[in-house]
């Protein structure tokens, strides 16, 4: 079964810096990763998906890297923003023919002004 | 954009009674998710659809039950309500299409059980 870990639980940091994210799964035969993002009291909302083939993806100052062979994902925020606290959660995805997500316990963020 | 709607935002229930979350969306996505997410333990999926009168159960199934009559509705329901069942449980939906396969997450419903 999918076990996935991720590193730090929470995470203040001052407005500005650049940060990484990290998330760890057990079972390397995954069909994709997804990354999202979830606001207090809220649902969550798709940042990146990359595919099991791609080694990364990029989307304006996000960019999360996957390294399937290791089990091994990050998500780099650059220039971090007080609107980018939230809880970041990462989800590998299981293929052959039964799409399901795994859901790690997230990392919160808090970007101090 | 995508629109995953959720019948209640906030639901207070009784033990015992049986209770009816909906999950509708907008964009002809065949796969739908229910998930319940609890602090300390995460999203976990309860059960989950990938067409018309399909389901398959999840990691957590026990005292749920689903219906999906028509592609865009996914319906959870707890058969006879219990206070472990009071949770925020979220809908989700995906399409069916290698590449596609970003999830699209409704509000979510908080739900307490007295």
């Known amino acids: 079964k999918q076990e996935v870990t991720q590193i730090p639980a929470a995470l203040s940091v001052p407005e500005g810096e650049n940060l990484v994210l990290n998330c760890s799964f057990t079972?390397?035969?995954?069909?994709?990763l997804q990354w999202f993002r979830q606001d207090p009291g809220k649902g969550l909302t798709s940042l990146l998906l990359?595919?099991?083939?791609?080694r990364e993806q990029t989307s304006g100052r996000l960019n999360a890297s996957l390294d399937k062979s290791s089990g091994r994902s990050t998500l780099y925020i650059a220039a971090s923003q007080p609107g980018d606290s939230a809880t970041y959660l990462c989800?590998?995805?299981?293929?052959?023919?039964?799409?399901?997500?795994?859901f790690g316990k997230g990392t919160k963020l808090s970007v101090i002004p | 954009d995508v629109k995953v709607t959720q019948s209640s935002r906030y639901l207070v229930k009784r033990t015992g009674e049986k209770v009816f979350l909906e999950c509708v969306q907008d964009?002809?996505?065949?796969?739908m998710f229910w998930y319940r997410q609890d602090p300390g333990l995460g999203l976990r999926l309860i059960y989950f659809?990938?067409?018309?009168?399909?389901?398959e159960k999840g990691d957590i199934p026990e005292g749920y039950s689903v219906s999906r009559e028509k592609k865009e509705r996914f319906s959870l329901i707890l058969e006879s309500a219990s206070t472990n069942q009071t949770s925020m449980y979220l809908c989700?939906?995906?399409?069916?299409?290698?590449?596609?396969?970003?999830?699209?997450f409704g509000p979510g419903t908080r739900l307490l059980v007295l």
């Open positions: 659809s990938y067409d018309v009168k399909m389901k």
């Open positions: 990359i595919q099991s083939s791609q």
């Open positions: 989700a939906t995906n399409p069916f299409t290698a590449g596609q396969e970003t999830q699209y």
């Open positions: 964009m002809d996505h065949e796969n």
């Open positions: 079972d390397s035969a995954i069909y994709n």
């Open positions: 989800a590998p995805g299981s293929g052959a023919g039964s799409y399901q997500l795994t």
